[in-house]
């Protein structure tokens, strides 16, 4: 396995990463991956290959297998509070929960009328919340099925625990993508991809956002923009972006850059300390082990 690259711009990064951490090829010869998300009793991992159609699962103990063919094109992947896989479609324009390996139930498709673009990725609140990002990926041709958009903006909303009602929290964004929050869920961190950005909301007591500003620019040689991102249990931020994994401090600080040897979509913390860290690259899922760990989605 080939040693970790680290680009450091701030000592502290050498704090997450070993000296002799090493870049592990986990699966290769997929079409697109995104959405990597850890289930932290079950000790497996699901990820989409949003070309290959396909929810996938990998685990040390059971290697690669098919977790629902016929994915509708998923993309970003996380677990409600009791473990049920949520998902976001490009080819259908929808939010979904698995109740089970058989169904389906269809959480968001539209709002005010209109037709979804296409969720991209999904995050949690403890409280049940669920928010999760729209640009319009999905209705493209790269990683999409070509359509026209029914919505002129692209949104975050956010799905109420007890109803499910939808409520668009902010139209801010040119493609919002990425998005996780903060260690006391006071913050909510949500990512640009065009504009090479993270910003920064407060949440409010009704869920609702406030007072956005810029967290951070990732820039960076290499391809790729913000993208998937995560934080470990000391309120790090690790954004896919330019070159590879970008690490940034709760202040902002770029503390520098894990390299990778293609494009990287996304990211999740697992293994069984929650210290392995997933990357989905286009076609490869690669983990290299960190000295901090992540936090459970449940």
């Known amino acids: 396995m080939p040693p970790a690259d680290l680009d450091v711009h701030d000592q ?12 592990e090829t986990i699966s290769t010869g997929h079409r697109f991956l995104e959405g990597p998300a850890w289930h932290p009793y079950e000790e497996h991992l699901r990820f989409s290959d949003i070309l290959g159609n396909a929810t996938l699962q990998w685990s040390e103990a059971d290697g690669l297998s098919v977790y629902r063919a016929n994915s509708h094109m998923a993309n970003g992947n996380t677990y409600d509070q009791q473990g049920r896989l949520l998902s976001c479609h490009h080819g259908s324009s929808r939010v979904t929960r698995m109740d089970d390996a058989e169904t389906m139930i269809v959480l968001a498709s539209h709002f005010q009328a209109n ?6 990725d999904i995050v949690v609140k403890s409280d049940g919340a669920i928010y999760f990002t729209d640009p319009p990926y999905g209705r493209e041709g790269k990683v999409g099925i070509p359509r026209e958009r029914e919505l002129n903006y692209c949104g975050v909303y956010r799905l109420a625990p007890a109803d499910l009602a939808l409520t668009l929290l902010s139209t801010d964004f040119n493609r919002p993508n990425g998005l996780c929050f903060s260690l006391d869920e006071s913050l909510l961190y949500i990512n640009d991809t065009p504009e090479q950005t993270i910003h920064v ?23 790729g923009g913000p993208d998937g991102m ?45 210290r392995g860290i ?11 082990r960190a000295l901090v760990p992540g936090i459970p989605l449940f």
């Open 115 to 120: 037709e979804l673009n296409s969720p991209n």
């Open 12 to 23: 502290r990064l050498r704090e997450l990463f070993a000296d002799d951490a090493e870049l």
């Open 230 to 274: 995560k934080i470990d249990c000391q309120g790090n931020i690790y954004c896919c972006a330019g070159g590879g994994l970008q690490v940034f401090a709760a202040d902002g600080t770029q503390l520098g850059r894990l390299r990778t040897p293609m494009q990287i979509t996304n990211v999740a913390f697992g293994d069984a300390d929650l």
């Open 201 to 223: 909301y407060n949440v409010n007591e009704d869920g609702t956002l406030a007072k956005g500003r810029l967290f951070a620019k990732t820039g960076g040689d290499g391809p």
């Open 278 to 288: 997933y990357l989905t690259g286009i076609t490869t899922l690669y983990r290299v």
